[in-house]
């Protein structure tokens, strides 16, 4: 696991959020078919291993549809950002970002009454 994603995992458990990190996208999947039940997915955009983020979220929400994610990325144009704008319904935390950010962008998605992406 890299620095980045170390130091949000030790920010939300600090929290007493409940914390199950993950190297990459199949590894995000098997986690979620072992039988975790996941309230939030936090995934990064643009990931390594021939999956992005929007894609995993998609196959995540094939095993729990009512699965809230909230995505994170440094670059302004990818798979949920176009000409400028987020595709409808979806939760963006810009990099670089703060960890009062982080805190709050989580909490805001957590607390929202709709399954948003």
């Not at 709050?104 to 009454?113: E, G, N, W, Y």
């Amino acid at each position: 696991m890299n620095w980045f994603a170390s130091t949000w995992r030790h920010n939300l458990a600090g929290l007493g959020y409940q914390v199950k990190a993950a190297a990459s996208a199949a590894e995000a999947l098997d986690i979620m078919d072992s039988g975790w039940r996941i309230d939030l997915l936090f995934t990064d955009v643009v990931m390594p291993g021939g999956m992005n983020g929007k894609q995993l979220a998609d196959a995540a929400r094939l095993r729990q549809p009512a699965l809230k994610v909230l995505f994170t990325s440094g670059y302004t144009e990818d798979a949920i950002v176009h000409q400028g704008r987020l595709d409808p319904g979806v939760n963006l935390l810009g990099k670089p970002y703060r960890r009062a950010d982080l805190v709050a962008k989580v909490r805001q998605v957590l607390d929202s009454p709709e399954c948003e992406g």
